[in-house]
């Protein structure tokens, strides 16, 4: 039917298009009655009585001539004439009811052809992303051992193609063995977290030196310090890598407590990731299970007071736990898929591979603000991109009025922003972020911190 | 001119007001212990449901039943409703240069702040204007250690001073009246309002009536000596449903009786007030407190009673065993919560604290957003 259809419509698409277009034929037909016809002859006392302004109608009552009538042959081409007509109309009905359901086809198929989302990329890149998602999904199922290491590994080499999950490991060892070494010259017991906690400070915060079996003289290591210079890595997405930090000796909020971490992780000690508006640091639990903050951006122990006053966290935020929250180890696992998800973005912009992400991240660590905020802005774009296609396939404001899935999605923009809100996020420009940081920095504050350490240290001996 | 006629009766009745206000410190008649349960009866009845939950009404009997009934309805009335009606006024003048679907909760709550705290004259009309007459805090005995009546907003209304229980209180009820949505929120030893904007660069905010600032949450969290973990689990700094206010009510009752009659005994309405109020607000730490401040009072009137010094010896005492029993968990889980004692100088100085780095704790973000309306996102 459909086939048909669109043959009658091919052969009539010519005269449809202009509203009514007579055949040749017609014409002729149509000429020849009007040259048979008659010419008015009146005499004259008739001439008021019978008046002819016009041509007559067919259909009104035919023209008497004197000569009684019209003549046989001009009514066939009459009658043929109507008969003529009666089928070209009924065909331009035909013709029309054919083409509005081709348009109606037509645009079906062009909101079809309306992609409601972001095409996934088919690059041998694409492949190694999807590893990476397989084996971080292994390591939060549990199939795998969790390694944050390996995790890191698994997110960096997605981004830098160089880096090699030995090179990794063996920085991250060497720096605990050096740990290791200090716990021993200072006297520290090596069992205990809170010793293991100082000597990572220690060596990622200070310069240390220490005696080594393998060198002849003594081993110096340098304090790793923060990078002021795009400090969220918006020109240069490695300023977030750990192996930049351990290759250039300075990092941002990102990296400098992960490497922490790590170490932390080489050494068995318990140390946990905490989040601040735009920021992370490390916090751990002293022998009284009082929490401590490590502010490795400053390497300096802060108080709560301080990164709720100048990080400007709301009382929403802490209660919602999506700031100053130590985070459980899968719950950071979850937070580098995150990261891989923002990886992919940097290389190959908005995917379904972002969303893939943070679904996986949001089951397992449902506070997570920083899935939340991918999430919110993915989906933006993506209404935004709708738009475009709507406006490039010169759709109607009505069609995209009643288009179910745009509306599904700009409502679930809607929501997410204020799920967003309803946690308690707040926003700090990178310029104050950078003054805070500085701000930190002063010698009250260093006091503060040399005491809390000596503090500790001392609880430690005890 | 009703609005004219409405002004002088308020004053007229201001003078009464004031001078029966004179009467409360010297009453010679103490309420009964009838008048106590039949107010903890109306506010229960309140909390269950069976009659309309009001806070005007809870703050009107728990300070009546203090007085003894010395405290006139319509008189309470009259005062609130003339701010009430004056804020709504001022409102539908004022042009707030906020933008957000929420302009006219914004309006009302910022002529509810006016009102109260405004040190110019606040024209309403052509003909009418308000006389500046803020409402101010009175440093003298703040807790009501002294006089119990110094909590109360009637005090409050009658002198124009008052302290973070009262000035909250009264701002609470105003907005209420006017059907202006604002929240309490506790800090330490203190109150204050919260307000959601719905402008997504204001959020939530906070509104301080003692020194008539809008102070961001580190100022309550690093000068109030907040413990992260009471911010956690709601102990500080939460905003209280509608039901919550009257389990407020309810302790500000309890308070109240124990203030009157001050028989150790004697704890079991106490005690009745503060199961109730937990019933409906779990973490509300001055119920928590007072439970377990009763309970240890039981326990040392029974150490008393058995002539022991250590709390292990009465222990033998199947009730004293008991009532050790319900009061130890209670103050370890009131620890864990997060709750740290704070003296009374630190808390002076806290206040002070404010006054002195206004800059520091100001909330930059709302006030830019008042005086340069920005696009919602």
Redesign the interface.
């Known amino acids: 039917m459909k086939a048909t259809g669109v043959l009658l419509f091919l052969s009539l698409s010519f005269s449809v298009h202009a509203q009514v277009t007579p055949t040749a034929d017609m014409k002729k037909a149509a000429k020849v009655t009007y040259k048979t016809l008659p010419a008015p002859v009146i005499p004259y006392p008739y001439r008021e009585l019978r008046k002819y302004t016009s041509v007559p109608v067919y259909g009104s009552p035919a023209p008497v001539s004197r000569h009684g009538g019209q003549s046989k042959e001009n009514k066939r081409q009459i009658a043929q004439y109507e008969r003529d007509l009666a089928e070209y109309r009924s065909r331009q009905q035909h013709a029309q009811g054919v083409l509005a359901e081709f348009d109606r086809d037509v645009a079906a198929m062009n909101r079809l052809r309306v992609a409601y989302d972001y095409p996934m990329p088919h690059t041998r890149l694409q492949q190694k992303f999807e590893a990476s998602f397989v084996e971080l999904q292994a390591m939060l199922g549990g199939d795998v051992p969790v390694e944050l290491t390996r995790a890191q590994y698994l997110v960096e080499s997605t981004y830098d193609h160089r880096l090699t999950y030995e090179l990794l490991k063996q920085s991250v060892l060497d720096l605990a063995y050096v740990s290791q070494v200090f716990m021993k010259k200072e006297g520290l017991p090596e069992g205990a977290n809170l010793s293991k906690i100082m000597a990572i400070f220690q060596v990622m915060a200070d310069t240390t030196t220490t005696k080594v079996p393998w060198m002849e003289g003594a081993l110096t290591t340098y304090p790793l310090l923060y990078d002021f210079d795009d400090p969220w890595g918006v020109k240069d997405f490695t300023k977030m890598f750990v192996i930049k930090l351990l290759s250039t000796g300075t990092g941002n909020c990102t990296s400098l407590p992960r490497l922490f971490l790590m170490i932390a992780e080489a050494l068995g000690a318990e140390a946990y990731l905490s989040f601040a508006p735009q920021h992370s640091y490390v916090k751990f639990q002293d022998g009284f299970g009082e929490w401590h903050n490590v502010e490795l951006t400053n390497q300096m122990f802060t108080t709560d007071d301080h990164i709720m006053e100048y990080g400007w966290v709301k009382s929403e935020a802490v209660r919602s736990g999506i700031y100053m929250n130590p985070i459980t180890k899968t719950e950071l696992i979850a937070h580098l898929v995150n990261e891989l998800a923002m990886s992919h973005q940097r290389i190959f912009g908005n995917t379904p591979f972002m969303t893939k992400c943070t679904q996986l991240a949001l089951t397992h660590y449902p506070e997570s603000i920083f899935a939340r905020q991918i999430n919110a802005n993915y989906y933006t774009e993506l209404v935004d991109y709708i738009v475009k296609q709507y406006q490039e396939k010169g759709l109607s404001q009505d069609q995209f009025d009643q288009d179910q899935k745009v509306a599904a999605l700009i409502e679930k923009v809607n929501t997410s922003y204020l799920t967003i809100d309803e946690l308690g996020y707040s926003d700090v420009p990178e310029d104050l972020y950078n003054q805070w940081i500085k701000a930190m920095n002063n010698e009250e504050n260093r006091e503060k911190s040399r005491n809390t350490m000596r503090q500790m240290i001392q609880s430690i001996n005890r | 001119m009703k609005f004219l006629f409405s002004g002088i009766v308020f004053f007229v009745l201001r003078c009464g007001f004031t001078q029966g206000y004179g009467l409360y410190d010297r009453y010679q008649d103490k309420p009964t212990r009838d008048s106590y349960e039949q107010a903890f009866h109306y506010l229960n009845q309140m909390l269950i449901g069976d009659t309309v939950v009001s806070f005007k009404n809870a703050v009107y009997t728990v300070e009546n039943t203090y007085l003894n009934g010395k405290l006139d309805y319509d008189t309470f009335n009259v005062f609130i409703s003339h701010y009430a009606h004056t804020a709504a006024k001022f409102a539908a003048k004022s042009n707030l240069l906020y933008e957000g679907p929420d302009k006219t909760n914004m309006q009302k709550l910022g002529s509810v702040f006016m009102v109260m705290t405004a040190t110019e004259p606040l024209f309403l009309d052509s003909t009418h204007y308000l006389r500046p007459n803020p409402f101010t805090y009175d440093f003298d005995d703040f807790w009501g250690d002294r006089d119990w009546t110094k909590m109360f907003v009637s005090k409050l209304l009658a002198t124009q001073k008052g302290n973070c229980h009262s000035l909250p209180y009264l701002y609470k009820i105003i907005a209420d009246e006017i059907d202006a949505k604002c929240y309490l929120s506790f800090a330490p030893n203190h109150t204050y309002i919260k307000v959601r904007s719905m402008n997504?660069k204001v959020?939530?905010f906070n509104t301080e009536l003692t020194n008539a600032t809008f102070p961001?949450?580190?100022w309550?969290?690093?000068s109030g000596y907040v413990h992260?973990d009471a911010?956690?689990n709601?102990l500080?700094?939460?905003t209280l449903s509608a039901k919550q206010e009257i389990a407020v009510c309810m302790i500000d009752l309890a308070k109240g009786h124990e203030r009157l009659f001050r028989s150790k005994q004697d704890t079991e309405f106490i005690l009745r007030c503060a199961n109730t109020a937990l019933l409906y607000y779990p973490n509300y730490v001055n119920a928590l407190l007072l439970k377990a401040e009763t309970l240890k009072k039981q326990f040392e009137h029974k150490m008393k009673e058995l002539q022991v010094a250590y709390p292990k010896q009465a222990f033998k005492d199947p009730v004293a065993k008991s009532i050790f029993d319900d009061m130890e968990p209670l103050y370890a889980r009131i620890f864990r919560l997060g709750y740290r004692t704070m003296p009374k100088e630190m808390y002076v100085k806290w206040l002070a604290d404010l006054k002195e780095h206004k800059e520091k704790y100001l909330n930059k973000d709302l006030i830019h957003n008042l005086t340069q309306p920005n696009q919602t996102?």
Do not use: F, H, N, T
Request: glycine share 12%.
């Open positions: 997504p959020g939530w961001i949450d580190a309550i969290k690093s992260l911010i956690r709601g500080y700094m939460d996102r």
